[in-house]
């Protein structure tokens, strides 16, 4: 059903504005946080690829509309579309989706994400793989995908699998917020711009006067706007990142909480070791043991290698091959909020490795058809630019 404003017209929930050079792509359900559907993921493969063809378009901006930039895949329409139908029109959707963000990470046109406010899940997918990342003191960062039974994806077992040492098992496994001043000291962001200066198009209007794709051009005028972000005390990559390394980098889900425990024990006034502990405790067994192999599995392979992998595990979740995480996850946190999934196993014990062995398998369905993607290289020199050494 069509989304409609008082006077009864249809609401785009893309825009695609900007002039011959410079194209803007914008996320517009702002009351939903910016939540992708369907529609908005077909609608941005057309024109993405159109602008990728026109020889006049010189640089391509991603933004959304409201508070977020975009909060993730919209779990409640793929939940009800799932219950009400055939668990393909799952697939199909996931299909699209990821192979939108490798043609993000493989365009040919500069690319500058404007991250201002939320993003999540499929919002972090799509802007991860810009060459220009740039966020604000409003940014908030997530991968909560656990929480309700899923993993991180949308390529996370490909970019946080290269964040530096074992920042990333972190994010993935505690679905830890970030801030933006966070995001550019771990090098998920590129640049820390003030909010002020994107609501009133400041920078935009700056990025629309470039004629060419020269990334000197852009880095310069995009360093006209850049501040130092506030440093704080508590920035999470920072004051965290020893104790991370030491227990994230455990073989087993099973050991990183015990080795956190021990930690928590002997660093009684830090609290985040705390809210880790019981943030893994809360969220699905399977999906930690599953995320924590995809990192294993992505930390040296290629962009499609992962992609490819993650539609593998994420149709058998929505297949229900082996439970019915996703789906008891988005009733608890989602539909009647009681914020008390029943999962099954209940427990990190009882998911054996021949239990998250079957999520990695080959769909034994005829209907079922493995994503192709065509290798192309990623353009990824700006984010080993960005990424801090320890």
């Given at each position: ?38 529609k ?14 026109d020889?006049?378009?010189?640089l ?12 993730g ?8 579309h ?11 959707l ?9 043609l ?5 046109k ?75 000291a ?63 980098s ?38 930690l ?24 595990v994420?149709?058998?979740?929505i ?23 029943k ?17 990695f ?9 493995p994503?192709q993607l ?13 990424r801090?050494?320890?």
């Amino acid at each position: 059903m069509a989304l409609l404003d008082s006077f009864g017209r249809e609401i785009n929930q893309v825009l695609f504005e900007g002039n011959s050079c410079v194209k803007k792509v914008i996320f517009n359900r702002p009351r939903k946080f910016n939540s992708i559907t369907i529609k908005m993921i077909l609608e941005m493969l057309k024109k993405l690829k159109e602008y990728e063809d026109d020889s006049t378009v010189k640089l391509v901006i991603l933004k959304g509309n409201g508070k977020a930039f975009c909060s993730g895949g919209d779990l409640k329409a793929l939940y009800k579309h799932a219950t009400e139908g055939h668990w393909t029109f799952g697939a199909l959707l996931y299909k699209k989706l990821l192979t939108l963000s490798h043609l993000l990470a493989t365009y040919k046109k500069p690319l500058v994400a404007l991250i201002d406010g939320t993003v999540m899940g499929a919002g972090a997918g799509l802007s991860m793989h810009a060459p220009y990342r740039i966020v604000t003191e409003n940014t908030v960062f997530a991968m909560p995908e656990a929480s309700v039974g899923l993993f991180p994806d949308i390529g996370a077992s490909h970019f946080l699998s290269r964040l530096p040492k074992y920042f990333g098992e972190y994010l993935g496994l505690t679905g830890a917020k970030l801030d933006g001043a966070e995001m550019v000291a771990c090098g998920l962001a590129t640049h820390f711009v003030l909010s002020k200066d994107l609501h009133l198009h400041m920078l935009e209007n700056a990025l629309e006067g470039l004629t060419s794709s020269d990334t000197t051009a852009i880095s310069h005028i995009i360093s006209k706007f850049e501040h130092k972000a506030s440093v704080k005390q508590d920035n999470a990559y920072y004051s965290r990142s020893k104790i991370v390394n030491k227990c994230f980098s455990r073989e087993t889900v099973e050991d990183i909480q015990l080795a956190l425990k021990k930690e928590a024990a002997a660093n009684w006034e830090t609290n985040w070791i705390v809210d880790a502990i019981n943030s893994m405790k809360s969220a699905c067994p399977a999906s930690l043991k599953i995320f924590l192999r995809m990192m294993k599995e992505g930390r040296n392979r290629s962009l499609e290698h992962c992609l490819t992998l993650e539609y593998i595990v994420h149709c058998h979740i929505i297949r229900e091959t082996l439970n019915s995480e996703f789906y008891e996850g988005v009733r608890a946190k989602l539909l009647h909020k009681d914020k008390k999934p029943k999962w099954r196993p209940s427990k990190l014990e009882l998911v054996s490795e021949e239990m998250v062995d079957q999520f990695f398998r080959i769909m034994d369905d005829g209907n079922w058809e493995p994503l192709q993607l065509t290798p192309t290289t990623f353009n990824s020199f700006i984010i080993d630019a960005a990424r801090p050494k320890l």
